[in-house]
């Protein structure tokens, strides 16, 4: 259910095109948006809405598809022309017409039925206001790290100057510059290296190679300097924008190292530590003997490690699960000369089983906080209980889920007003964080909750407390209890199902 509070204030600075040819539905509508946005401008018909188009910035267009003149999708197809990824919310009374399949092949954003139900226009509008707003936040933040990107190389071509005679001492202070902002990828920076020497070593590479392959390797993620914390810290899967966001971080510290006389030599390397043999890799997609050779092996050490540390969604691979997906990635991915020399080289590493993404720190602790507790009622997401389910499917840590099923609680939102609702909501996540001291609590599905333990737990005290909270009240609940040790629970989508 969307918060319409967050929308109008993330919609405030928004400029809003409506096109929409029946006088009745134009005029309710406009009522309506005005609520949401500050600046909106009205169009008659797609020939009146195309020629403000031309004169005006707009961030969203909302549009009729059928509409004498010019339609909407002739004018979805003009404004595209003008501005390929302008945000289009179409409105029709005909899901299945032409025009509105038309319409989706151009890559509209969302679409809505006529009669307008405004549930479902705020849910629309909230999806295409939300991702506008991303979208502004990771530029403005992109501008401000390349500002610091500009002075941290300035500052760092400074320092070389002065640390010539001790080049071990300056390297090390660029690594901490790394562990500052994310442990995890300092970690894997040193490892990496390690990886690499090791390989280089193998494949009969001299002293000198071997250190610049070993610098190379802890330094081949400083790029990520300029990757926003939102992107970075994130972790979950990476969007489209977010994933495109971090593969910047190539060219940013092929850049920076580049500028420094010091750290040329380096520069190449780390250019291409994510390039493939197939040809599919970034930022340049170059392919086989194209590829710097130390890169080469930069690739192999970097996937292996990746492969062999434990991550908040996904298990470790042992280290010959590791090298067994090496070979299947000779030719593709990898370079096949470097997997043969990789698989002796790597074969008596020991991994460091303490090595995890799991957050140590209080700072570690709210980073990961901020991707995984639900803000209103600060307990768990479903995003975490979805890795929680599939980590707990081979460790076997927790041995009962609680289900709370909350009934009617629409109703009582509209009859309340959603600020009693996320009231109800906060004191309701309290109270059972109270109660289930030991367990992990998440909210799911907007309104209900789910409880992980590690021993079975009586309800009984919890039943009564639930039936103060919920007295003269049109909610009514119930639990469903699931025994983990007889029942396999792997994903959010099973819970569905429970009734």
């Not at 289009?88 to 307008?116: N, Q, V």
């Not at 226009?121 to 990771?138: D, G």
């Not at 434990?310 to 000779?330: C, F, M, P, T, W």
């Amino acid at each position: 259910m969307i918060n319409l509070k967050k929308l109008i204030d993330l919609s405030k600075e928004l400029n809003i095109l409506y096109v929409e040819d029946d006088s009745t539905i134009r005029a309710s509508m406009t009522l309506y948006l005005l609520k949401i946005f500050s600046n909106l401008s009205v169009a008659n018909d797609g020939v009146d809405g195309l020629q403000l188009y031309e004169t005006q910035k707009f961030d969203i267009v909302i549009t009729d598809l059928s509409m004498p003149r010019m339609n909407g999708l002739e004018m979805i197809v003009k404004i595209k022309e003008l501005h390929e990824n302008q945000a289009i919310l179409i409105t029709t009374a005909h899901a299945e017409s032409e025009y509105m399949l038309k319409s989706i092949k151009l890559g509209i954003d969302g679409y809505i039925i006529k009669p307008f139900e405004y549930e479902q226009l705020n849910h629309e509008l909230y999806k295409i206001v939300e991702k506008l707003s991303k979208y502004a936040e990771n530029e403005e933040y992109k501008k401000m790290l390349l500002d610091m990107v500009e002075k941290k190389t300035s500052d760092i071509t400074q320092m070389m100057l002065y640390q010539n005679d001790n080049y071990e001492k300056t390297l090390l202070s660029m690594v901490e510059m790394i562990e500052d902002r994310d442990t995890y990828t300092a970690g894997h920076s040193k490892r990496v290296a390690q990886y690499c020497q090791k390989i280089a070593q193998q494949m009969g590479y001299g002293e000198e190679e071997c250190a610049i392959i070993y610098q190379a390797g802890i330094l081949h993620d400083i790029g990520k300097v300029a990757t926003p914390d939102a992107v970075l810290l994130n972790p979950k899967g990476l969007n489209e924008i977010e994933y495109k966001l971090i593969q910047e971080h190539v060219e940013v510290g092929y850049k920076l190292l580049g500028h420094i006389p010091m750290f040329a030599s380096l520069a190449e390397i780390v250019h291409s530590h994510h390039e493939r043999f197939d040809g599919n890799g970034y930022p340049r997609g170059v392919q086989g003997n194209e590829i710097h050779p130390l890169s080469r092996i930069m690739m192999v050490a970097d996937a292996f490690d990746a492969m062999t540390t434990n991550r908040i969604y996904k298990a470790r691979k042992s280290v010959q699960e590791a090298l067994d997906e090496l070979i299947g990635l000779k030719s593709l991915q990898f370079h096949p000369e470097v997997v043969d020399y990789a698989l002796v080289a790597l074969k008596d590493i020991t991994i460091d089983e303490n090595i995890s993404q799991v957050p140590r720190t209080k700072l570690e602790q709210e980073r990961f906080a901020y991707f995984y507790k639900d803000r209103l009622t600060n307990v768990y997401n479903q995003n975490y209980l979805e890795i929680v389910l599939m980590k707990n499917s081979y460790e076997k840590e927790f041995k009962t889920m609680d289900i709370l099923f909350l009934n009617h609680f629409s109703t009582y939102n509209k009859q309340s007003g959603w600020d009693k609702g996320d009231t109800f909501l906060h004191v309701l996540a309290l109270s059972l964080n109270e109660y289930f001291k030991n367990s992990l609590v998440f909210r799911i599905f907007g309104d209900d909750f789910v409880v992980l333990s590690k021993e079975k737990v009586d309800l009984a005290g919890l039943n009564r407390g639930l039936d103060t909270l919920m007295q003269d009240t049109c909610i009514e609940y119930k639990f469903k209890s699931v025994d983990l040790e007889t029942t396999k629970i792997e994903t959010v989508a099973q819970i569905e199902h429970i009734s």
